[in-house]
């Protein structure tokens, strides 16, 4: 299980979790009761099955009465994180559940699921009768067949079931994008697909590519946000400010360019998509810490369907807004919103283009054929509409800082597009990304020196 901080922090650990007295079965009700490792990822695997009526995620299993997440995740209370279902047996069967549950886990693993280690992540089934008993041991028998390995998922008797605090359930829904994130830094559809290959339909390998500086990262470590793996407390320092709110839109792009820092494509959607709800909420929390500046990332911010009312909205509220775009196409669709967006907010609306370097045939080595006038006709669209203007360019090995500033600054010039080239304080390290100067682009007799003010 992961934790995604809000922005302040803290104040999503729920209450302490309940008994809950099973739901009695009838004939159009049952109950099972299966571990998957995370709950958030089982759940969101059982809610999609025909038949399933509800599912509730919770603890099961230990010793220790109406326990916490805390003290479960903490792996001494003896239970595990578990799902309760209720299922219409008309229309499923206990036999369909648990083959299901066998088919969305990685059935040889001993100490845990996925990126989840621990007896408390461990795969299981809790019987609740000696029906149920066979039909486990008969599913966990074809598993193993299939697998040709012994199959480590338990089989347990079905025990007091605890309700997890209200913010673990349904997580995948009320939280998609972190769950999303979290599921794919897991690791679980790789490995699901890796262990069942063809012989499942529901483990397709994932489209994503690995996210290569996180899937570095021990995320055993992680686990629990106040506690450390060794057990001792986290330290901890208090948010006193935020001057910039970044907000990543989701990670689909047109583009799939060679070094991407987030591996962006038309495919990942690892990360899609914020929704304007979703924003809505971070920018009542900027609001509150008083926050200056909101910046849309992405992917490519556009081709979120939201992007204009997330940008509309923090402009509203009164932030300065910087968007990174590749002004292609998905931002080209939005010319009528876009020019309206820069009528009414132009001194607070920067819009920042990327382009890799001066020259057509480096930026399309980088970006790929076709990509270099069109992401030139939308940088000359917002000049020709006012727009605040920065770019994002870089400069290549053993090609100097000023002689790129130079390349930059001739192109600007023959493009018409009032952009300051030359500012070195603002120019950093040989082969990264850096921005060049922002220019107001007001209106101003032909001939004289634009307004420029520095990049932020
Ligand atoms: S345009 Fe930007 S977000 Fe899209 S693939 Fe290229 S670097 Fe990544």
């Not at 829904?173 to 994130?181: L, P």
């Not at 490519?300 to 369907?305: G, H, S």
């Not at 500033?405 to 082969?431: E, K, M, N, Q, T």
């Amino acid at each position: 299980m992961r934790f995604f901080p809000d922005l302040a922090a803290a104040a999503l650990i729920a209450a302490c979790a309940q008994a809950a007295p099973a739901p009695a079965a009838s004939a159009q009700r049952a109950v099972a009761v299966v571990a998957g490792g995370c709950f958030w990822c089982t759940e969101a695997d059982f809610d999609k099955l025909p038949g399933v009526l509800s599912t509730t995620s919770g603890y099961t299993g230990g010793k220790v009465a109406n326990p916490t997440y805390e003290q479960v995740s903490g792996g001494d209370t003896g239970h595990i994180e578990a799902l309760r279902i209720v299922y219409d047996p008309s229309k499923t069967s206990y036999a369909k559940l648990v083959a299901h549950l066998l088919r969305t886990v990685d059935p040889l693993d001993l100490g845990g699921q996925f990126c989840d280690r621990g007896y408390q992540y461990r795969s299981a089934v809790f019987v609740a009768d000696a029906h149920q008993r066979r039909i486990a041991q008969a599913s966990k028998a074809r598993a193993a067949a299939v697998l040709k390995k012994p199959v480590a998922t338990l089989i347990l008797p079905a025990a007091n079931f605890y309700l997890a605090e209200d913010y673990h359930q349904d997580y995948y829904k009320k939280n998609s994008t972190k769950y999303r994130f979290y599921r794919w830094n897991c690791g679980r559809d790789k490995r699901l697909a890796e262990v069942w290959g063809g012989k499942n339909k529901r483990a397709r390998p994932t489209r994503l590519r690995s996210w290569r500086h996180t899937q570095r990262l021990d995320w055993a470590k992680f686990r629990d946000p106040l506690v450390t793996a060794k057990g001792e407390r986290r330290a901890h320092v208090a948010l006193d400010h935020l001057e910039t709110l970044w907000i990543n839109t989701g990670t689909l792009c047109n583009l799939t360019c060679r070094n991407c820092y987030i591996e962006s494509s038309p495919t990942n959607d690892a990360l899609v998509y914020l929704s304007l709800a979703e924003v809505e909420a971070y920018l009542d929390e900027a609001q509150r810490l008083g926050t200056r500046e909101i910046g849309f990332t992405g992917g490519e911010p556009f081709m979120n369907r939201d992007a204009i009312p997330m940008i509309r909205s923090a402009l509203e509220r009164g932030f300065d807004v910087l968007v990174l775009t590749n002004a292609m196409r998905p931002m080209r669709r939005f010319d009528e919103q876009i020019g309206a967006l820069l009528l009414d907010f132009r001194d607070r609306l920067t819009m920042r283009v990327s382009l890799d370097h001066y020259s057509k045939a480096v930026h399309e080595a980088e970006r790929g054929p076709g990509s270099w006038d069109k992401a030139i006709d939308g940088l000359r669209w917002l000049a020709a509409h006012n727009a605040q203007l920065a770019v994002a360019g870089r400069h290549m090995v053993g090609e100097g800082e000023a002689q790129a500033r130079a390349g930059y600054a001739r192109l600007f010039d023959g493009l018409g597009v009032a952009i300051g080239a030359f500012d070195p304080s603002r120019w950093c390290c040989s082969r990264k990304w850096t921005q060049l100067p922002t220019c107001r682009r007001s209106p101003r007799p032909a001939g004289a020196s634009s307004e420029c003010r520095r990049a932020r």
